[in-house]
């Protein structure tokens, strides 16, 4: 019925406009009609009617929609328009005509949207006479690009006609803007075809010219305002696509199920509380301790290896099942209904524990507050008692209960140890899988990756169970493991795996390096004395350790923070605290006791068996070719790389050539971005990786070029990857489906008016003349384009941020202080406080305000945004 109906409308708009179409002044029209009688000029006349039938007859149910809204918005008062009832682009008409006060339209965007459409219908205009007067009729691609752009300018039309106005709702604009942003987008390309191919065919006219300056500088107002001044070039999709990211479900269902696995995951390690107890300011203690963690039930103390290898694996599983992390990789048989169970068996072991050990711990508690017989006895008597067995007392904690705690919390201060091991390695691992993607190639490649896998594995088995890290962490090395075990594995589907997981095992790497558990090795109690089990009594959250080691915010980015960190004697200053030869003026309990002796042996067990099982291997430092990775596959992401390019790059072999190569490639870029800061970045980047690599190059100068390696390409990818829309890049693809749906949908309304005027002329329902086969060609081609949308849609969660605050505060981060006026002013001031001391205090200063403001939002980022 809705197709008879726009059929039908469609049949009344070709006589009503057919009988008006001497109001319209179409200047080819009337040169049509001169040319019509000369036998000489056939062709021509024959392409002047394609031209015709693309501006006109095409386009003849728009043409009546726009007349008749407007001659009905013209008629009425003022005081009888009603915003909540109209569409964006009504309102818009609405304030050009001085029907709405401008004041009560708070959308930036709604009251260019008339001036746009009109200045496109002028600038045909003056192009078709400019055309007209040196006879150029628009054919083939010229043609398309007319009717592309034509197309997309109605489309746009009547999509913000349906887009109804609403000053009060959520959106930034004042109307549903996902519709809108897709059909501007499609609108613009159109446009930039539509001006290439007019420059193409040297069609000279001032009046064209001015006319497409008039429009674009309405582009820009528009741009402007959707964007909210960070400019609509700064990045583009396609860096976004070819330069890897994480992937994530598309079905919410999904989500929410990875979700309650990275909280399982959370729960059971100690990073939250360590990373707290290192960030307190000084008026607050910020040591964590047993009786701290025994307040919290926390898992630690009581979940077991096997639970947090099965988390892990699940987690993998998952990922493996509702990503597109491992395509093209045998996936086995994970089952749907697993990934909707999996987290509820976990959660109930993990529950399960909780509760026993809940109750052995509440079994030993005494409150003494409750006048009870119990409460009544002397301290021998209960000492008794306790000797006899406290079953008697109604539940069932084993003997050896305190004994296991202590055996625990002496086993989480020697995780102090395994961490600074692990973070060594985490960073070594990378190195290798960098040298390999750069050195390596097809089968070679995959042979250099399982070379890997034992060491990886060793990693991720020491990283599980000896330290205190989140597991989720290790789940993008998990699933590499599982990858390169494979037997089916291809090159394809390993670089694109890769491209998935290697920005989360770097973001995971940068956190262990600046935020774990020996930058303050006395985050960590050494006490190592059972809690007082009386109710009243229970330890502090933090126990004050006496020495406030890290005060205030600022401190987290001190020199005992960071890859200088490392550089420290941290393994002996661990073992000496756990052996208790440091220095411990500040604490009051012994180090060894007679409660804790087994505790202690244990520990020092454990630390032997690390001196052989955690070797630090006499091996180069790779962190060069993690830099010289980053920076190809920022290439391959422009659309820039060649085999030359990446195996000049790989081999460390940068020469003049390749760097005026290089050089002309980024300076093709229309990224506004890059065009902007080519010289401040590109040369001095390529240059610092020449002489990383170079082997007459000192120590020193090699790591300081490589650091400026890393800040060049840290600021590149940076602003780069920034969202270049505020519109949710999960929900465009739906948004896409819906607008190619009206599409469809007017396509084939043309196709049934076409037939059903060939069939009442002609008897003929089904013709196959050329503008039926061209909009068969069309609707085919918009139907596999709607298919390949339909397969991107992401369902967001319900209770999932808004895109637009991510979109707001990255800009506003890269605008101000990731700027790279700003990072590299305070790379000169770092550079110049090396040959004049008396600059060094201010130069530090300046990093520390900078480290210190950049942590705060990403802190931000994470705790609003950020859930993976």
């Not at 009546?64 to 008629?75: G, R």
Request: charged share 25%; proline share 4%; aromatic share 8%.
């Amino acid at each position: 019925i809705l197709k008879l109906e726009r059929v039908i409308s469609k049949v009344d708009v070709s006589k009503n406009f057919m009988a008006s179409k001497d109001d319209i002044d179409y200047p080819i029209i009337k040169k049509s009609e001169h040319i019509s009688g000369s036998s000489k000029q056939g062709t021509k006349f024959l392409e002047c009617l394609d031209y015709v039938q693309v501006v006109c007859s095409d386009r003849l149910a728009y043409f009546l929609e726009e007349q008749q809204t407007y001659k009905l918005l013209k008629s009425n008062d003022c005081n009888d328009v009603v915003l909540d009832y109209l569409g964006a682009v009504e309102v818009s008409f609405c304030l050009h005509e001085g029907k709405v006060d401008r004041s009560s339209v708070t959308c930036p965007v709604t009251p260019v949207l008339f001036p746009l459409f009109e200045t496109i219908d002028k600038l045909i205009i003056t192009w078709e006479i400019a055309c007209a007067k040196c006879e150029h009729f628009p054919v083939g691609e010229e043609l398309l690009a007319v009717r592309k752009f034509l197309s997309c300018r109605d489309r746009l039309w009547s999509c913000l006609k349906k887009s109804r106005y609403s000053p009060t709702q959520l959106n930034y604009l004042g109307f549903d803007e996902s519709g809108f942003l897709v059909q501007w987008v499609w609108m613009k390309k159109a446009f930039k075809s539509f001006k290439k191919n007019i420059e193409a065919h040297a069609v000279e006219s001032k009046s064209v010219v001015s006319a497409i300056r008039q429009l674009e500088l309405l582009f820009g107002k528009i741009e402007c305002a959707i964007y909210e001044g960070t400019g609509n070039a700064l990045t583009t999709n396609a860096v976004w696509k070819r330069g890897g990211h994480p992937r994530v479900p598309a079905l919410s269902k999904n989500w929410e199920a990875l979700d309650r696995l990275r909280t399982c995951a959370k729960s059971l390690s100690l990073m939250d509380e360590i990373i707290n107890a290192s960030n307190t300011a000084t008026e607050a203690p910020n040591m964590v301790c047993l009786g701290q963690l025994v307040k919290l039930n926390h898992p630690c103390l009581f979940i077991d290896d096997d639970v947090k290898s099965d988390l892990l694996g699940v987690l993998c599983m998952t990922h493996w099942a509702t990503t597109d992390e491992t395509r093209d990789i045998n996936r086995g048989t994970t089952k749907v209904h697993f990934v909707s169970s999996a987290p509820s068996i976990l959660e109930r072991r993990v529950n399960e524990a909780k509760q026993k050990y809940a109750a052995n711990i509440n079994s030993l508690i005494i409150d003494r507050n409750i006048n009870t017989l119990d409460n009544m006895m002397t301290v021998e008597e209960i000492e008794s008692l306790n000797n006899n067995g406290v079953a008697n007392r109604g539940g069932d904690v084993p003997e050896n209960l305190i004994q296991g705690l202590l055996k625990r919390f002496g086993e989480i201060q020697v995780t102090q140890l395994a961490e600074i091991w692990c973070v060594h390695e985490e960073s070594t691992i990378i190195g290798e899988i960098s040298k390999s993607f750069l050195t390596k190639q097809d089968e070679a490649l995959i042979g250099s990756i399982r070379s890997i896998a034992p060491r990886l594995k060793h990693f991720i088995c020491i990283a599980s169970s000896k330290t205190l890290w989140r597991l989720s962490d290790l789940r993008p090395h998990q699933t590499l493991l599982w990858a390169i075990e494979c037997a089916s594995l291809s090159t394809k589907s390993l670089r694109h795996l890769l491209q998935s997981v290697f920005p989360l095992m770097m973001s995971s790497a940068s956190q262990h390096l600046w935020c774990n558990s020996f930058n303050s090795l006395d985050c960590i109690s050494h006490e190592l004395v059972s809690p007082r089990f009386w109710k009243d009594a229970f330890q502090p959250i933090y126990q004050s350790s006496g020495s406030d080691v890290l005060s205030g915010q600022n401190d987290i980015f001190a020199e005992n923070t960071g890859p200088t960190r490392l550089k420290h004697p941290l393994r002996s200053t661990v073992i000496f605290r756990l052996l208790g030869l440091a220095n411990r003026s500040s604490s009051f309990a012994p180090h060894l006791t007679l409660e804790n002796w087994k505790a202690r042996r244990n520990q020092y067990e454990i630390i032997m068996g690390q001196f052989s099982a955690l070797v630090y291997k006499d091996e180069p430092d790779l962190s060069s070719f993690v830099v010289q990775y980053l920076f190809t596959n920022l290439v391959g992401a422009m659309g820039h790389t060649t085999d030359v390019l990446h195996s000049s790059i790989a081999n460390s072999t940068i020469h003049i050539a390749d760097e005026k190569s290089v050089g002309a490639l980024f300076r093709m870029s229309e990224n506004i971005f890059v065009q902007q800061n080519y010289e401040k970045l590109i040369p001095p980047l390529i240059s610092a990786l020449q002489s990383i690599r170079a082997k007459n190059s000192s120590s020193g100068f090699k790591q300081e070029q490589e650091a400026l390696a890393w800040i060049y390409v840290g600021l590149i990818r940076l602003h780069l990857f920034l969202p270049s829309s505020p519109m949710d890049p999960g929900k465009k693809p739906a948004a896409k489906v819906s607008q190619l749906d009206d599409y469809l949908l007017d396509l084939g309304c043309n196709l049934w008016a076409i037939r059903l005027q060939s069939g009442f002329d002609k008897g003929d329902f089904s013709p196959h003349h050329s503008q039926s086969r061209q909009l068969i060609t069309e609707a085919e081609e918009v139907s596999k384009k709607r298919m390949k949308q339909d397969k991107k849609k992401v369902e967001r969660p319900v209770k999932a941020p808004p895109f637009l605050s991510l979109f707001r505060e990255s800009h506003t981060f890269a605008s101000k202080n990731a700027s790279v006026d700003k990072v590299l002013d305070l790379v000169d001031s770092i550079q110049n406080a090396k040959n004049n001391e008396e600059q060094a205090p201010l130069a530090r200063s300046k990093e520390i305000n900078w480290q210190s403001s950049s942590g705060v939002f990403l802190q931000s980022l994470v705790i609003t945004l950020c859930r993976i």
